[in-house]
Each structure stands twice: as structure tokens, then as C-alpha cells.
């Protein structure tokens, strides 16, 4: 009884870490790693001409303040909560 224990409590940590280091090679390759960081650099670029005209804390949608919950949860956030969902 108390080797059964020892051998799930061994085998039960390396089983799951093996199954989501699987999981996360299949799911996500170095194309979604690079259209993610790509989408990211083209956002900081926009939030960074809206700095320039002034209009970096709007909506680009409706034009309403963005807000400064959703700015420094993602500084470059270009919508405001109403418009992004
Ligand atoms: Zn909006």
C-alpha cells in the first residue's frame, strides 16, 4: 500500500508535466509567437501616433477615453471596454 502511494505520487507529476510540454509544442509554434509579437509591435506603433496627435486615451471606435484601467492593464489598448467586446 505505501509503495502504491510512493509510485502515484512519482509517476503523476511527470506524466502531467510530459502531457503539457506536448500539448504546448503542438499548440503554439514560433509563427504564432511571431504574428503575436508582430501584432503587438504594430499596436505599440499606433498607440505611439496616437500619442503624436493626442488622441491616445480615445477610443479609436467612438471615441470615448479608452480609460486608465484597460491603459495599464495593455498600454497601446486601442479601444475602450464597449467598442472591444
Ligand atoms: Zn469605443
Known amino acids: 500500500m505505501l509503495q502504491l ?6 509517476s503523476s507529476p511527470l506524466t502531467f508535466g510530459s ?3 506536448e500539448d504546448r509544442s503542438a499548440d503554439v509554434t514560433i509563427v504564432d ?3 503575436s509579437v508582430e501584432a503587438d509591435l ?3 506603433e499606433r498607440a505611439m501616433a496616437r500619442l503624436d496627435d ?3 486615451e480615445l ?3 467612438c471615441g470615448r477615453a479608452i480609460g486608465e484601467d484597460r491603459l495599464s492593464a495593455v498600454p497601446y ?3 475602450c471596454a464597449i467598442c472591444a467586446s
Do not use: D, K
Open 5 to 10: 502511494c510512493e509510485l502515484s505520487a512519482r
Open 19 to 21: 502531457v503539457s510540454a
Open 33 to 35: 509567437v511571431a504574428a
Open 42 to 44: 504594430v499596436g505599440v
Open 54 to 56: 493626442g488622441t491616445y
Open 59 to 61: 477610443c479609436e471606435v
Open 77 to 79: 489598448e486601442p479601444r
